[in-house]
């Protein structure tokens, strides 16, 4: 039994020729709506699907745009994602996706994968281990369109969306300084990743336009819950003083930092004062008090990346037999701002729990 | 300038035939360990990748397999794609991830896209519309192994693995039975979904084996945040009096429905007791008090379902010819179990609140 149905069966059960069926399916203005209406009964009745895999050996598109994520487990990933597909699907694409585990051999598999089954392009924020680039100038050698995202890479010639990721954690810190805090730790992202500079940056410069002195030994490397719980575990226990604010540089770092605080107990926002970066709405409104974070737009972020992805293509479409060098590269960068919750104003830390105490004992 | 390197290419640059390097890059025992050390040495190179189109277009395997789920920002999916890539990447097989959004239409799309790319397998969670099933008959039409996790299809003979739902809905509300509650309302998932009718039959059996009243206003249909509130906003403001337990079908269904008792001025757990169905371990226990869930094996689901797709193409390949209707359809159930937290429980609310307080004066 034959698995799959081709052209030639359609053209079989009409008694006309495959090429008749084949214009036929590409609505093409030589044949007649009737034959049209026919073909498409009968295409539908057989259960016909397009061999896109012969046809993108023919002209070497799949309409398919390969997309590499880090973690698909963290929610801002998972928003550019549906921003990506809002686009993707207006514009006939359809979207894969692979995940990387911050695990750098899988970018390569996952990338060279995309590349062999023909992807008209990819999308890609990088890992945290990503130190070597060859398989982002694979993509690229040949021919095909290269957008970074969130995390993007200053190595490579590529477009590229970020969000005012320096913008963002100066806000956060001159936030800080504005509630009085004069001693700010910053709980840092690897060195590996330009988002991660870039917000240490803004810390950098918040602190130095206030004044204030710069203790290198609170700039520290913890970029999960547990990191976050024991870089708190550490200042509790050294002989230095603690800090009065923390800068995190996601919520997750922020939620840790805060559980890990509270167990020992030290009061936020009254004693420490916390600031995350957005990843995940979900849980940041949950906490007793409530996450101060810079949000981010991802899905907006997602559906940028798609437009420049269309733009770059319809570029190399003009030139498909030359391998062209992105002009000079756009880096689109989107508005970040800081929301005030409980965790870093103690007024607004007492709103939060006087709502709850008033609306539980009514 | 050409855009792809082939095996023509890494002949002409050692002066020796295109079959030659063929078998040379299979390690075929015909060549030479010499040749073979060359031919790899300038292959990574040219920076040569495989046309798996061409390949899978010859034997009709791209080494790839297909997920589709409903929504990734649903941690329960992304841990069990976790699953899924731990077992698929070390039997050498990648993964392609599609998301539905809860359409069918991009359900049939996706599932469409994957075959006509030669996916060798598809592992599928349906959304919560579909109620026509051509679809994945149109993939065991080609041959193509198909395995359900989470949300299956009874209408379509295939593999499956689910978790032991009516189990962990029957003890969810027995635990609250034996927590005092009497009068227990469900808010239930779409009837559409096989999940949420067992977890129902669970709800229903636990309260008649108890010779509990069911009352059937109190069996509504919310699954997520918002219609949680909204379910308990019109409980609230009814003439009937409140439930005093609720199981709901799912976490974010249990936080809405704590957050609006909350605003609304009744106590969880004193009042109105509360069990989820996990979903996102991530904020069940950021939450004062802490949700009662029960917990299932999401990770292990993926790697389940993997496992069972390898055995099925194993079984196809065996005869290539023939579209084999799956024999009886396998049905893997796993283990659930009830997780206690201050949700459901006054004096495991207490303890969790006195640790804080506690912590927060020493």
Chains 1, 2 share one sequence.
Do not use: W
């Not at 007649?32 to 993108?56: C, F, G, M, R």
Request: include cysteine.
């Amino acid at each position: 039994m034959k698995t799959q149905v081709t052209i030639k069966d359609i053209a079989k059960a009409l008694n006309i020729s495959p090429s008749t069926v084949s214009r036929a399916l590409k609505d093409h203005p030589d044949i007649s709506q009737k034959t049209k209406d026919a073909v498409n009964k009968i295409a539908a009745e057989l259960d016909y699907h397009p061999n896109t895999i012969a046809q993108s050996l023919r002209k070497s598109r799949s309409n398919t745009i390969g997309v590499v994520v880090p973690e698909l487990v963290h929610h801002f990933f998972a928003s550019v994602i549906s921003g990506i597909e809002d686009i993707a699907y207006k514009a006939g694409y359809r979207v894969v996706i692979c995940q990387t585990n911050e695990d750098v051999t899988r970018e390569k598999i996952n990338i060279s994968a995309l590349i062999s089954s023909r992807v008209d392009g990819v999308l890609c924020s990088m890992t945290k281990e990503t130190k070597e680039y060859s398989h982002f100038k694979s993509i690229q050698n040949r021919n095909i369109p290269l957008i970074f995202f969130d995390r993007i890479c200053n190595e490579i010639k590529a477009d590229s969306v970020v969000v005012q990721d320096y913008e963002g954690a100066y806000e956060a810190v001159e936030h800080l300084i504005e509630q009085g805090c004069k001693r700010i730790a910053h709980f840092k992202g690897p060195d590996s990743l330009l988002i991660t500079r870039q917000r240490l940056n803004g810390y950098y410069d918040a602190m130095r336009e206030s004044h204030l002195q710069i203790d290198e030994d609170l700039i520290i490397q913890a970029d999960d819950r547990e990191s976050a719980r024991k870089a708190i575990y550490d200042l509790v226990k050294s002989e230095e003083p603690m800090p009065d604010g923390i800068f995190c540089v996601n919520d997750n770092v922020a939620v840790g930092a805060m559980m890990q605080l509270r167990e020992m107990g030290i009061n936020v926002p009254r004693e420490v004062k916390i600031v995350g970066f957005e990843d995940d709405t979900t849980f940041t409104r949950l906490t007793d008090p409530q996450i101060s974070s810079v949000f981010q737009p991802a899905f907006e972020m997602g559906q940028r990346a798609t437009e420049m992805f269309l733009d770059e293509l319809k570029r190399k479409e003009a030139h498909p037999e030359k391998i062209l060098e992105p002009k000079t590269p756009r880096i689109e960068v989107l508005k970040t701002k800081v929301v005030v919750r409980g965790s870093s104003n103690e007024q607004v830390a007492q709103q939060e729990r006087a709502r709850r105490n008033y609306l539980e004992n009514v």
